[in-house]
Every structure is written in structure tokens, then in C-alpha cells.
């Protein structure tokens, strides 16, 4: 077990192969600093995010998930970012009412060109979920 | 419900569906093997029709057996129910035109568990229950009391918007406008007044006792997926053991994909053996729907469901 003292979060991004994945490559490139708190999965578009994904992840003990595909308008299959917003929108209202907190789910817009918000996106989620601490839900002892 | 005259106008009218051959089958109530309460009456032989029954105990929910049936069906539909059947249609899962339904404005369905609580009598030592407004009269032994009906329907009756059927052919009976009572949010509230660590504590303990029976989803008009996620091997999903863990993301994912359809009908309550409170998810997720999209499941059979369809004005505020 680690000690509380070293305890680091530790994230999950689905990422859009066609604009977040490659988001994160440009901010690899581009030399831009993140945190490697987040461990990433490719998906074929936010649309693909499956809401088990996420309640598997939590499950698994990932402190937070993020989802992260294009910006409205941009998808690479027309729609499939606007069925992801309607699905996310549904799941975090949801889990937040059985005690979930809101920050272990999170979303984000990040195009291709966009590697600066890539990192910020990372930094700013991976700060969040160190204040909120780790994910004891399906742990049973508590 | 006054249930004698609509009960006649119901074996009338499934009575010459029948043998006029404009179905092929009936689906309705009967009486249960067990006093004052109902069974699914399932048929095709017009002399059965006189079986059919409609009185304040026909709790399940009749829109699941549509999609076993081939033909057309003649079903006799609550406001809930009808509200099922819409959502069918709208999930392309039921056609329309196959069907007939025979709507019955209801005024509540009365929970006996409720009504044997309050009246401190197990329903054998009952003699007879009626219906009057807003009291339910019950006789033991010969001797009238009266309880308020707010307090013996069941829950999921309290919030009910739809009394009468959003979609029939045939209507039994007069309109009813709904009566909303709060009481229908009580459990809900309770909840949400709790620090989110306890919520999360409460569905623990909750689904301590589920054994994974699957009632809910067996009984619900809408879970309708050929394979469940739950029985799915490559990837297996969760682990087949009802520990916890895996009856609650079981229950949640249940919830995330009933989403737009479920109308909170409270069959899957009903059938819970362990009497795990369901309809504090389905009805929270019935609201969050009602919030973001102002969408009622079942209300209008021309609209595209809701998760299958998107609008360019949804709400994103949570999306970085």
C-alpha cells in the first residue's frame, strides 16, 4: 500500500484519435509539461465512451476519468461528440446524486491544434482530484 | 377506478376484438391467486375474456409481454403503461398499428403491503377494499374504516402525471387529471439532504441484500436488450458474483441506459425481493432528464428517443 503522504491521483482520459489523441501528441511535441497522473486510451471518438467505461475505471480505482473528444461541430463522424455530451451530461448528474464526487468526472473539448489546453486540461484535472482525494466507492474497507 | 361498469365495458369491448378477429390476442388482468391481487391474463380463446378484471390492485406493468407476442394485441393499459407502450413504439421495439390499446384511467394503485401496515391486518383477515376519492375504505369483520388513499397507493402513483392514457383506441372510462403529491419525492429528498459519502453508504447498504435476481430487469417494459452487458463474457463486464460492487453498477448502468425511456413506473420496485428503494433512481433519473432536455419519457410517440438524438443547444457548461 502506499502511504498517504506519496499518494499521487491517478486519471484515465478517453481520448478522440482524431483531435484529443492528437492534442496530447502536440503537447508531447511541443514540449509543453503535464502531469503523468493521466494514462491515456485512444477511442475512435468521444461518441465510443461507454458509460461502463467510466463505472469500470472507478471501479478499478482510477480517482478520476476524463473524456475528452472535438469541439462541437468538428466531429470527425458528424454527430458522434454531440450523442457523448448528451450520454455525460446524464452519467455525472447521475453519479453526483449517489455520492460520486463531480470532479471524478470530467470532460473536456480539445482539438488537434489546441496541445497548450491539452496540458492545462491535464494539470487543472489532476490538481482538482488531488484535493479531492482518492477513490475509496468500491473499496470495502472504509 | 370505478371499476364494476369499466370492467364490463372492458370484456365488452376485448370481447368483439376478439371475435371479430381484429386481434389475435388479448392482454389484461386477472385475479391473482392470492386475495385482492392480480395476474397477467395472457389469451387468445374469446371464453377466458370474462376473467378479465380491472380493479385498484392490476400493479404490473402489461407493455412487457408486447414484444413476445406476434400479431396483434389488444392491451389493456394505465396511464403507465400506456406510456411504456409509447416508448416501445418510439424504440421502434412495437408497431403501432398492431395494436389496440384499451386505455383505463387510473386513479393510483393501491399497495397492500402499505394498506396491511396501516390497517395493522394481513389482507387474508380483509374482507373487501374500495376505492372513494381520495379514501380507501377497507371492511374487517363487517366494519368500515377509512384510510387516506395518499397514504396506501404506492409511491410511484403520487407523482403520476399522466393518469389517463397518452395513447389508446379504446377508453374505458372518464379522464382523470393528475394529483401530484410531494410525498412521491420524499425518498429522493431524503437523500440529497445526506453529505455525498453517506448517499454512497446508503446504496452499499442497500445492495448489500441484492441477490442479483434480475427481478427489476425481468419485470421492466423497457429493458428489452436480447443479451444484457451483465451476461456479456468478452469483456465480462462485472463479476457474476452479487457482491456490492458489481449489484450496484449493475443497477446504475441499468439506469443510464433506461434514460429518457424509463417512465418510473415502479415495476422494478415492485418486484424487488429485498426491497431494495429502486424508484430513488429511476425517479431521480426521470428528473435529470425532465432538467436538461425537457423530456417525459412516453409522452409523444413522433419524437426520436432521446438518447438517440441530439440538439445543438444541449447543455455543455460541464465540458472544458
Known sequence: ?142 | MKDRSVEQKLRGEAGELLVAGKVDYIVGFERGSLKFTTTPLITKDGNDINRLVINPFITSNLAKFLMELKGRVGIVAKGCDSRSIVSLIQDNKVIRENLVILGVPCSGIISLHKLEKLAARDSEEIRDITREDDRVIVNIGGEDRELPAAEVLFDSCLACEFPTPKEYDILLGEPRAATISQNAWKNVKKLEALPPEERWYFWEKEFSRCTRCYACRNSCPICFCQQCFVEETEPQWIASVPRWQENFIFQIIRNIHLAGRCTDCGACERACPANIPLRSLTRKMYDIVDDLYQFKAGTDKGLAPLMAHYENTDPGDFIR
Not at chain 1, 33 to 39: D, S, T, V
Not at chain 1, 63 to 73: E, I, N, Q, T
Not at chain 1, 109 to 137: M, Q, Y
Open chain 1, 1 to 142: 500500500m502506499r502511504e498517504e503522504s506519496k499518494w499521487e491521483p491517478r486519471l484515465l482520459g478517453f481520448l478522440c484519435r482524431w483531435c484529443s489523441y492528437a492534442g496530447a501528441d502536440l503537447a508531447g511535441t511541443s514540449r509543453k509539461k503535464y502531469p503523468p497522473n493521466l494514462r491515456i486510451i485512444r477511442v475512435p471518438c468521444s461518441g465510443r465512451v461507454d458509460a461502463l467505461f467510466i463505472l469500470k475505471a472507478l471501479q478499478q480505482g482510477f480517482d478520476g476519468v476524463l473524456v475528452s473528444g472535438c469541439h462541437p461541430g468538428e466531429c470527425h463522424y458528424q454527430v458522434g461528440n454531440y450523442h457523448a455530451r448528451r450520454r455525460l451530461a446524464i452519467i455525472k448528474k447521475f453519479l453526483e446524486y449517489l455520492g460520486v464526487a463531480p470532479q471524478r468526472i470530467q470532460a473536456a473539448w480539445v482539438s488537434a491544434s489546441e496541445g497548450g489546453k491539452f496540458a492545462e486540461v491535464a494539470n487543472e484535472i489532476t490538481e482538482e482530484l488531488r484535493e479531492v482525494g482518492p477513490n475509496k466507492l468500491f473499496t470495502d474497507e472504509r
